[in-house]
């Protein structure tokens, strides 16, 4: 059983339960899906960019990545309907687990000049989304092999129904929230 999960179930359930006062089990806030995504923007063109950020996202998350393409075309943008402008992968289960538990104690204390995350950055529903960079902060891609530093969406999906219960989750799991 991954880490996170484990103190969830052992600490984090019964102190969010007394917190926000629940009735029920299934009422206390819980991660559902953690979704990163890399849009390439003007790279897009670029195919051999294209599967760098495939093999890069494949390896920090541990799953099949899925190319996003353009909906429609769009001449101010140069895109084309079809043609790929991204990638994203959606954690769920023991995958999101162990993803989150990289993110909050190996690569986010790599990030420079790293204060915390904002606090306002929660959609009103208990959600959390935040922006990364540089996407050479994962251990599991080296500074050498990386030959653009491309930057990444991270969607974390709670089962809060306010932000002051998503917030409450994610500082129990050591989330680093300034605010």
Request: proline content about 3%.
């Amino acid at each position: 059983m991954p880490r996170l999960r484990e103190l969830y179930k052992k600490t984090a359930q019964k102190v969010l339960s007394k917190q926000f006062k629940y009735k029920n089990v299934m009422q206390v806030p819980r991660l559902s899906a953690v979704t990163i995504n890399m849009g390439l923007g003007e790279a897009a063109k670029d195919k051999k960019l294209v599967s760098s950020c495939l093999e890069a996202l494949g390896k920090i998350s541990g799953q099949k990545v899925i190319v996003t393409k353009a909906r429609k075309s769009i001449a101010g943008f140069k895109i084309r309907e079809g043609w790929p402008i991204g990638c994203k992968v959606t954690l769920r289960g023991s995958k999101m687990y162990h993803f989150m538990d990289r993110l909050i104690n190996i690569a986010l204390p790599r990030v420079r000049d790293f204060r915390g995350l904002n606090e306002k950055s929660f959609d009103g529903r208990g959600n959390y989304s935040f922006g990364i960079r540089e996407h050479i902060i994962f251990p599991e891609i080296g500074y050498e092999e990386a030959e653009n530093v491309l930057g990444m969406d991270v969607c974390i999906t709670t089962t809060a129904n306010t932000d002051a219960e998503g917030t409450a989750l994610l500082k129990l799991f050591n989330f680093p929230l300034k605010g």
